[in-house]
C-alpha cells in the first residue's frame, strides 16, 4: 500500500510536529502527546478534555479550541491514549473550575479515562467523565460492553464546549453532555476497508462488490454484508435504523459524515438521500453538516448521525466555536 509517511513507528509524531506548525494557536506537544488550546488555562471556564486512538481526524485534536475541546490526547494509531496523557491534559488546562472527560466507549479508551479521573482527582483537579455510545448498529463488538461510540462525540464536544464557554458550571456541562449523547444515534457504513500503517494491509477484507452495513470506525463488524447499494438505498437503511431507535419527536441536527476516503461531491450527493428519508419520515432538519469529521484512516464509506434537539442545545450548537476543524461565528 502506498501511504504518505516516512515510517510507520513516528506517523504520530508527525503528524503532530505538522499540526504544531500549521496551527500556532494551539500548543502541541509531540513528546507528551498533547494538543492543548494555547490560552488554557481560561479562568472561571470548565475545561473539555477527549482522546483516543489516531486515525480518526480530525477527531479529536481537530476540535481544540474556544467552543469546544480545551485538549486532546492522541492515542497510536486505533490505540488508547494512557492515563498519564489524560492526567497531564487535564492539569494543563484545569482553572480550577474542573474538567470534564468525553470518552467513546471503547473499553481501552473507558479503562485509561477512568484510571485517569481519579489520578487527577487526587491532585485536586475536579473530573466528571460523560461516555459517548451512539451506535444503533450492533449491542457489543470487537473493542466494546455495548454501544461503540462514534459520530456523537462531535455533538457532545460541540454543544457541551460551548456551555462551558459560556461559564456554566461543571455539573451542568456534563448534564448537556450527557443529554446530547442520550439525543444521538449513528449507523455507518463501509464501501472498502482501512489500512493502518503498522500492517500496510487492509485490516479487514470486504470482497468488491459489496459492502459493510453498522460497520464501526476501526473496522469492526456491523450487522450483515450486502452486494453495493446506491446512495438512495443506503440512505434508507441508515437513516431508518437511526430513526427507530431515536424516534426523535422535534428537529435535529443530522452530520452525514465521511470515513476518511469518500470525496465531497459523493458526501453531498448521499446527504441529498438522507434528507429525502428524513422528509419522508417527517423530521425536520435545523442544522447540517457534511464532510469527513469522524473517520477510520482511509476507509471509503459513511456514517449518519442524529441529535434530537431543542431550544438550548441549538442556541449552544450555533455558539461560536474556532479550531482547526471546526469554526464558525468568530
Not at 504544531?20 to 478534555?49: C, I, Y
Not at 464501526?216 to 446512495?231: C, Q
Request: hydrophobic fraction near 45%; charge should be negative.
Amino acid at each position: 500500500m502506498k501511504m504518505l509517511i516516512n515510517v510507520p513507528e513516528t506517523v504520530v509524531a508527525d503528524a503532530l510536529r505538522g499540526m504544531a506548525a500549521a496551527h500556532p494557536e494551539l500548543t502541541v506537544d509531540v513528546e507528551r502527546r498533547l494538543v492543548v488550546r494555547r490560552d488554557a488555562p481560561v479562568a472561571g471556564r470548565v475545561a473539555l478534555v477527549s482522546g483516543g486512538g489516531s486515525g480518526h481526524e480530525p477527531l479529536h485534536a481537530g476540535f481544540v479550541g474556544p467552543g469546544m475541546l480545551a485538549a486532546a490526547c492522541p492515542g497510536e494509531v486505533f490505540t488508547s491514549p494512557v492515563p498519564d496523557q489524560m492526567v497531564r491534559a487535564a492539569a494543563a488546562v484545569d482553572s480550577g473550575e474542573g474538567v470534564l472527560f468525553v470518552v467513546k466507549n471503547y473499553t481501552g479508551d473507558v479503562l485509561n479515562f477512568e484510571m485517569a479521573a481519579e489520578l487527577a482527582e487526587e491532585e485536586g483537579i475536579r473530573v466528571q467523565r460523560v461516555l459517548v455510545n451512539d451506535d444503533v448498529a450492533v449491542t457489543d463488538s470487537l473493542y466494546t460492553a455495548g454501544r461503540r461510540g462514534t459520530g456523537a462525540t462531535l455533538f457532545v464536544e460541540k454543544i457541551a464546549g460551548a456551555a462551558a464557554e459560556e461559564g456554566a458550571p461543571l455539573d451542568h456541562v456534563a448534564a448537556v453532555a450527557r443529554r446530547v449523547n442520550e439525543s444521538s444515534r449513528s449507523f455507518g457504513v463501509a464501501l472498502s476497508p482501512c489500512t493502518t500503517p503498522a500492517k500496510g494491509s487492509p485490516t479487514f477484507e470486504l470482497p468488491a462488490g459489496e459492502l459493510e452495513l453498522g460497520v464501526g470506525i476501526h473496522g469492526e463488524p456491523g450487522r450483515e454484508r450486502r452486494p453495493m447499494m446506491t446512495s438512495g438505498e443506503i440512505a434508507d437503511f441508515a437513516v431508518h435504523a437511526v430513526l427507530d431507535d431515536l424516534e426523535p419527536r422535534g428537529p435535529v441536527i443530522a452530520l452525514v459524515n465521511g470515513m476518511g476516503a469518500t470525496p465531497l461531491l459523493e458526501l453531498y450527493g448521499f446527504n441529498a438521500e438522507v434528507q429525502r428519508v428524513l422528509g419522508e419520515r417527517g423530521v425536520p432538519v435545523v442544522r447540517t453538516l457534511v464532510g469527513n469529521y469522524v473517520t477510520a484512516l482511509d476507509m471509503a464509506g459513511c456514517s449518519v448521525t442524529l441529535c434530537a434537539v431543542d431550544e438550548e442545545l441549538l442556541r449552544l450548537w450555533d455558539a461560536p466555536v474556532s479550531t482547526p476543524a471546526l469554526r464558525w461565528g468568530r
